[in-house]
């Protein structure tokens, strides 16, 4: 069972950064596809970003790309997320997440029930 712990959030005003940080809990994680969602209250869980095992390959919501950057370092267990240029309307609890199973041909891994475990989460307030 991996354990996921989110750090990094916090009150920031728009136009700002966060940077967020995923610890997993297993080296096993290492080869795991992970992700970031967010949820804001009263909406469903929405997707951010993904990252193949080994960091070569990425994909992100359109409503992040080019102000949002995520990244992994598979020797300390760790996930992150840079956010730059921050809105009001990213103000959400942000999750990270890692997929156990194997490959899926075609998919880009932006589906909640495409991840296996999942963390606590981390809010993120952007004040406008």
């Known amino acids: 069972q991996v354990q996921l712990t989110e750090s990094g959030g916090g009150l920031v005003q728009a136009g700002g950064s966060l940077r967020l940080s995923c610890a997993a809990s297993e080296r096993t994680s290492s080869s795991y596809r992970m992700g970031w969602f967010r949820q804001a209250p009263g909406k469903e869980r929405e997707f951010v970003a993904t990252?193949?095992?080994?960091?070569?390959?990425?994909y992100y919501a359109d409503t992040v790309k080019g102000r949002f950057t995520i990244s992994r370092d598979n020797a300390k267990n760790t996930l992150s997320l840079q956010m730059n240029s921050l809105k009001p309307e990213d103000t959400a609890a942000y999750y990270c997440?890692?997929?156990?199973?194997?490959?899926?041909?075609?998919?880009?891994?932006?589906?909640?029930?495409?991840?296996?475990?999942w963390g606590q989460g981390t809010q993120v307030t952007v004040s406008s």
């Open positions: 997440a890692a997929r156990a199973r194997g490959l899926a041909p075609g998919s880009t891994y932006s589906k909640v029930y495409d991840y296996d475990y």
């Open positions: 990252i193949n095992w080994m960091g070569t390959s990425t």
